[in-house]
């Protein structure tokens, strides 16, 4: 018996160390929240040009009959209005500041909202139509229409030093800026007109202008991430997107087929534009890395005037009738 014994834990130590031997497969769980498209904001009023900063989402809302600039957080749902009675526009949000037109007395004029203080603030007071501001830290763009001679030109303003600084300086229309660092991007029309605009980079490092495009068609509505500037090119019936590396000085299609793409926003390496196909308007996502494309809404509805942080989109979506805005996370 002793001798069984002896046997039976010998066999049971094999077992063991024959089990050990293997390979362990530890599986993940993935949250069920992770890419989906989400309702973030539904109501009876229109929503539009949301703009995302971490948790932290601001938009355009004429529920109360006047259109307000509205702050909503992600993680714990509070949604507060930091203006009243405001013009529509393009709100932007970094950190703890939102920026964005409005117009008072006749006078359309770029303000600031700071989160924390719950303090606005205006920071132009010259004449002229502003437009289209950006905010990277603790720097602002615009366009600026207040010298008519030299149609719209490029601005910053410096929240340190609260100095304003004119960039640009040229009789042709500089527009829609987007800043990256000490980098600003614009389209401009000075070598053919509206029909044939291009971009150009400035350096407020270096203090340099750069033109990225020279090409006859038409470029639009760039923006810059990191080294990687993107655009829409083409015509209103067929717009491609494009993609500038500064580092490499290559320029690459991202998205050229018969559809219209158009609108497209960068993060990262992460670029998001909307497709405008016969049936649809819809979402579409292209990581820059592995080259892969993903759409990410697949409704009848229009989907339009996408914006993203990281690994999230958000977005002006149709789908109830009027415009609402959804995420993708």
């Not at 050990?20 to 973030?40: C, G, H, M, N």
Request: net charge negative; glycine share 4%.
């Amino acid at each position: 018996m002793k001798m069984i014994k002896q046997i039976k834990i010998i066999v049971i130590c094999l077992i063991v160390v024959v089990f050990l031997s293997f390979p362990v497969t530890t599986y993940a769980v993935k949250p069920l929240s992770i890419q989906t498209v989400e309702p973030v904001i539904t109501n009876s009023a229109h929503q539009f040009f949301p703009s995302l900063f971490k948790d932290n989402l601001v938009y355009y809302d004429n529920r109360t009959g006047d259109w307000q600039v509205r702050l909503y957080n992600l993680k714990n749902g509070n949604d507060i209005a930091l203006t009243d009675n405001t013009a529509p526009g393009t709100p932007r949000i970094y950190e703890n500041n939102v920026v964005y037109t409005d117009t008072r007395n006749g006078q359309q004029d770029i303000y600031l909202y700071n989160i924390n203080s719950k303090k606005e603030t205006r920071l132009t007071f010259d004449g002229g139509i502003k437009q289209n501001p950006d905010i990277y830290e603790d720097k602002i763009v615009w366009m600026d229409y207040r010298n008519p001679s030299n149609s719209n030109d490029i601005y910053t303003y410096d929240l340190k030093t609260k100095t304003t600084s004119q960039i640009t300086n040229d009789t042709a229309d500089q527009s829609n800026p987007s800043m990256y660092q000490d980098k600003i991007v614009w389209q401009d029309t000075r070598n053919g007109g509206y029909n044939n605009q291009d971009i150009y980079l400035y350096n407020l490092t270096t203090n340099t202008e750069t033109q990225i495009t020279s090409s006859l068609e038409n470029q639009e509505r760039p923006k810059i991430s990191g080294s990687h500037i993107v655009w829409q090119q083409g015509s209103v019936d067929n717009w491609d997107i494009y993609e500038y590396n500064l580092n490499s000085s290559v320029t690459q299609p991202i998205a050229s087929s018969q559809d219209v793409e158009g609108g497209p926003v960068i993060s990262g390496e992460t670029i998001a534009y909307v497709n405008h196909s016969s049936s649809s308007s819809d979402i579409f996502q292209y990581d820059l890395l592995t080259g892969s494309r993903t759409q990410i809404t697949n409704n009848s509805a229009t989907q339009s005037q996408v914006n993203i942080f990281q690994n999230t989109l958000v977005w002006a979506d149709y789908r109830n009738g009027i415009p609402d805005i959804y995420a993708f996370r």
